[in-house]
């Protein structure tokens, strides 16, 4: 490949991961307003047009006013309140579809203009399909709210839903810098550039961990209880945080511990990251492992600010939806230092 092939070729999977945080932006206001359930029926293809006749909107109306959902929350709420919540929906839902055949189309092109290597070639088919299933996960877990005397979707399909998405964003970005950057960025200090990448590595584990945790809180609407900082309405540990049995349900069924744990882990997350940053500012690292170093650490202290802000405020759906969105955002910065830091793998120096 040419540098200009990579460039153009980078370009178009780092829209790729832009698209897919509109994506999770999506999803978090989806959930936040409730819209989540308003379409009963999952068409991967016909479902991109929407209701173009008063008959097809009566009918979906019809589908949704059979769902606890509707009897128990939005009872007689009317077809124009039923609109509010579709359009948000099947924008998600619309949006997914334009990044699977955004995806798609230019693999084809850019595979027919030889610049492709094989292998690359097979990654990204098998991103598409990846991109494929997340949809039926997505359709897994709206399932779950039709059941009798829900109003929500299951915590945990949500968790694997969320977790599913991040995993294809990381894996495309991770692609993408690949590409753009085929050889490791040179390490002059390499003890500095290990032991920071030993850090960076914890410190993403703990990225992870704080998000799942954060979508278990979304999903048990834990967010909307306890809304004081830095203690739980006085307590530093919430009482009943163990009331659940076995232990572990505790942590992704009971509303205080799981807030509990998505504040623990997050400061724990602020500190690992602290302790990346005074590893790697000062060591000759390289300017990229640098520039992702000191980006790295405002982006999580912004993160915990916003989650703060969106807990102190009861959960606003804007705050909300950034709050989750950003999360994604720490996390592709996490995966571009750890990305510069390549040169400093197995403690040589790489030229």
């Keep these: 490949m040419t540098v200009r092939d ?16 509109g994506m999770i932006a999506l999803g978090g206001a989806t959930r936040l307003t409730g819209s989540g359930l308003s379409i009963m029926d999952w068409r991967p293809v ?112 949500l968790v694997l839903h969320l977790s599913a998405a991040l995993i294809l964003y990381v894996a495309i970005l991770w692609t993408a810098l690949s590409v753009r950057y085929p050889r490791p960025e040179p390490v002059a200090d390499v003890a500095a550039g290990r032991r920071t990448r030993g850090l ?74 602290g302790a990346v940053v005074l590893a790697g500012v000062r060591a000759n690292l390289g300017p990229r492992a640098h520039a992702g170093v000191a980006l790295l650490g405002w982006a999580v202290l912004i993160q915990y600010a916003l989650g703060v802000t969106t807990l102190l405020l009861v959960v606003p759906a804007w705050a909300g939806t950034v709050h989750q969105t950003f999360a994604a955002v720490l996390l592709g910065i996490g995966v571009f230092t750890m990305h510069a830091l390549r040169g400093a793998k197995r403690g040589r120096v790489v030229s």
């Design 6 to 21: 990579r460039r153009r070729v980078s370009n178009w999977l780092l829209t790729i991961c832009v698209m897919l945080l």
């Design 200 to 273: 960076l590595h914890g410190a993403l584990g703990l990225v992870a961990l704080t998000i799942i945790a954060g979508g278990f809180t979304a999903g048990t609407h834990a967010g909307f209880v306890f809304n004081t900082f830095p203690l739980m309405d006085g307590h530093l540990i919430p009482d009943g945080y163990a009331k659940l049995s076995p232990f572990w349900f505790n942590w992704i069924a009971n509303i205080p511990a799981v807030q509990f744990d998505h504040r623990l882990l997050a400061t724990v997350t602020v500190l690992m990251i």
């Design 46 to 157: 016909t479902g991109m047009i929407p209701p173009l006749s008063h008959a097809e909107w009566e009918r979906q109306f019809a589908l949704y006013q059979n769902i606890p959902q509707y009897k128990i929350l939005h009872d007689g709420f009317g077809l124009a309140g039923f609109q509010k919540i579709f359009w948000l929906e099947w924008t998600h839902r619309f949006w997914g579809r334009v990044i699977g055949l955004y995806l798609m189309v230019r693999l084809v092109m850019f595979a027919v203009q030889g610049v492709l290597t094989r292998a690359l070639i097979i990654r990204l088919v098998v991103f598409f399909v990846l991109g494929g299933l997340q949809g039926a996960i997505g359709w897994f877990m709206v399932a779950s709210g039709f059941r009798e005397g829900s109003t929500a979707v299951e915590p945990v399909r």
